[in-house]
Each structure stands twice: as structure tokens, then as C-alpha cells.
């Protein structure tokens, strides 16, 4: 079970949307639509963005969506936001009844 | 509202037990939904580590499953880690989190977690 891959960082200029990427395997991503995004900020707890791959919770903004092709699953933030220059890590289920996060995307709003 | 807490240790010795408690109000912790743990190495990504549900179905990551034990007491709506055989790497900010059931299903992502605890490995 090894973690999913995410880039290690990404940016944007305020207002435009940015995409990123995690990838896995025909095991976690590929096989299954229970892909979850989590937010966060330095020396906070992650905050939950998106589940079962593209669904959000009530109370996250709609600039936030999820999307899945194969085995790679990806995050999409729409009119970017100084505000949401934060962490991002994705979650997969992995079979087993085990699950798998990615090791992070750094996201820069310049 | 749920809220989870989590306290225990901030410092234990090479080789011996983690030992944390996770604390759920607001909520039964008999109710539908899985509780697990997480853990942040510092500077480093979130690694999931296990999950209870309150019948006592628990679920490890492979990598720590011969070193971790995950329980629950349902009288006092907390659950419990406990990670044997500690190193330095085990150093890391410790989450506990509700896992979610959505119309009986288990839907495997984490909809409220704890502010976290940090733990670190030294003699």
C-alpha cells in the first residue's frame, strides 16, 4: 500500500482556477469512487473539501470540485482565493477496508 | 455539534507504548458512523493508521498492523490507540477523526477531526 501521488505544489493568481492532481493505482483510485479531499492550514486539522470523489459537503464553497478519470483523481479550484493557500491532501479507499492519503500538494496563491 | 479531543503523553521512550484517548461529545459513539486515527509526521503528510466501530470491528494499515491495537469504550464515548515498540519516526502529530456511514454504507472519509496531539519519541 503505497501513498498516493500528489505534486508537491502548485500556484495561481487570484481569480483564476488551478487543478491538482493526485494518482494512484488500479487497487485505490482506479477501483473505487471513494476519493476524499482534505484542506489545511499550518497547525490546524484538516478540514474535509470533497467525498466520494466529486460531492461536497454543506457549507464548502462551490469553487471547490472533484473529478476522477482512471486511476488519477483531481481537485479543481475554481476564482482563486488568497484565502486558499493552504495544504491539500487527497484520501482513497484501498480495499480491505483500508485507506491511503497522498503526501500533499502545497497550493501558492501568488 | 460533535467534537473530538485527544490527550495522552506528548513524550514517550524508544521502545515503549503510545498510549492516546480520543473523547467524542456531542455525539454517541455507539451511533452509525467508524472512528479512526491519523498521524502527521511533522513537515511530512497525513498516514491514516486505523479505524473502530463500536461493535469493535477494527481495520489497520498493513505497515502498522503488527504494532497498533485501536479499542473503544462505549461508556465513557472515547476510543483508544495504542502503538507498541515506538522509534523516532513514530514522532508525529496524532488526529482522531469520525469516519462516515452514509445510508448504512461506510463511506470512508473523515467529516469531523480533533485539533491533534503531538507526540514525540525520545529518551
Known amino acids: 500500500q503505497s501513498a498516493l501521488t500528489q505534486p508537491a505544489s502548485v500556484s495561481g493568481s487570484p481569480g483564476q482556477s488551478i487543478t491538482m492532481s493526485c494518482t494512484g493505482t488500479?487497487?485505490?483510485?482506479?477501483?473505487?469512487?471513494?476519493v476524499s479531499w482534505y484542506q489545511q492550514y499550518p497547525g490546524k486539522a484538516p478540514d474535509l473539501l470533497i467525498y466520494e470523489v466529486s460531492k461536497r459537503p454543506s457549507g464548502v464553497s462551490n469553487r471547490f470540485s472533484g473529478s476522477k478519470s482512471g486511476n488519477t483523481a483531481s481537485l479543481t479550484i475554481s476564482g482563486l482565493q488568497a484565502e486558499d493557500e493552504a495544504q491539500y491532501y487527497c484520501?482513497?479507499?484501498?480495499?480491505?477496508?483500508?485507506?491511503?492519503f497522498g503526501g500533499g500538494t502545497k497550493l501558492t496563491v501568488l | 455539534q460533535v467534537q473530538l479531543q485527544e490527550s495522552g503523553p506528548g513524550l514517550v521512550k524508544p521502545s515503549e507504548t503510545l498510549s492516546l484517548t480520543c473523547t467524542v461529545s456531542?455525539?454517541?459513539?455507539?451511533?452509525?458512523?467508524?472512528w479512526g486515527w491519523i498521524r502527521q509526521p511533522p513537515g511530512k503528510g497525513l498516514e491514516w493508521i486505523g479505524t473502530i466501530y463500536h461493535r469493535g470491528n477494527t481495520y489497520y494499515n498493513p505497515s502498522l498492523k503488527s504494532r497498533v491495537t485501536i479499542s473503544i469504550d462505549t461508556s465513557k464515548n472515547q476510543f483508544s490507540l495504542q502503538l507498541r515498540s515506538v522509534s523516532a519516526t513514530d514522532t508525529a502529530v496524532y488526529y482522531c477523526?469520525?469516519?462516515?456511514?452514509?445510508?448504512?454504507?461506510?463511506?470512508?472519509?473523515?467529516?469531523?477531526w480533533g485539533q491533534g496531539t503531538l507526540v514525540t519519541v525520545s529518551s
Open positions: 484520501c482513497s479507499y484501498a480495499g480491505s477496508s483500508t485507506l491511503v
Open positions: 488500479n487497487s485505490d483510485v482506479g477501483s473505487f469512487n471513494l
Open positions: 456531542g455525539f454517541s459513539i455507539t451511533s452509525r458512523y467508524y
Open positions: 477523526a469520525r469516519d462516515v456511514v452514509l445510508e448504512e454504507v461506510h463511506a470512508y472519509y473523515f467529516d469531523s
